[in-house]
């Protein structure tokens, strides 16, 4: 069973999406792939993974950085599990590259080259934006390509964190 809640942030309302494990979506309204993967009968529900989302979203939206991570459970093939590990590991505040993200997928299976295309791929497949933060990469001449919730909440949210595609900001 899936369990929903809704929370309103300053630049948009957001669906959040859980199960027994952990958190498994959290989208912008309307954004591209909007609730992709959320079975068609879900609950409304109080749940202490949505109260810690909430508690982590709030920290961040007031200009801070998180802590701590409410539970995760991503939902996807492994090579898009592989790619929103490297997101989470990209530190609040700075930023990287489809290319970069390629090339440590590329070393971690002894590949000689990976596809910064199927990266970003998976990128823009990712189901829980913010958190798992795919508005931290940036195009290889450090452009501001597409974010499934907008390229203004992607400014937004690189402003926030006061990071964004100046050179020496990345990883």
């Known amino acids: 069973m899936q369990y929903i809640s809704h929370y309103t942030s300053p630049i948009g309302d957001i669906l959040l999406a859980a199960d027994d494990a952990g958190l498994t979506g959290l989208w912008f309204q309307g954004q591209k792939y909007f609730a992709r993967g959320l079975e068609k009968e879900q609950e409304e529900r109080n749940l202490p993974v949505f109260d810690q989302t909430k508690a982590w979203l709030d920290l961040y939206f ?93 400014i937004h949210l690189l402003s926030l964190e006061k990071a964004g595609n100046r050179p020496g900001s990345q990883t």
């Not at 459970?73 to 700075?94: C, M, N, R, S």
């Not at 295309?117 to 001449?141: E, F, K, Y």
């Open 62 to 154: 007031s200009g801070k950085e998180p802590d701590f991570l409410p539970p995760l459970h991503l939902i996807g093939t492994d090579f898009q599990k592989q790619v929103w590990e490297i997101l989470l590991a990209i530190p609040y505040g700075k930023t990287t590259t489809y290319g970069k993200i390629a090339g440590q997928i590329a070393q971690r299976r002894g590949l000689a080259h990976m596809s910064a295309q199927a990266v970003g791929s998976a990128v823009g497949h990712n189901p829980i934006s913010i958190i798992v933060p795919c508005h931290r990469v940036l195009g290889t001449d450090g452009s501001l390509t597409g974010y499934a919730g907008g390229v203004d909440k992607k």
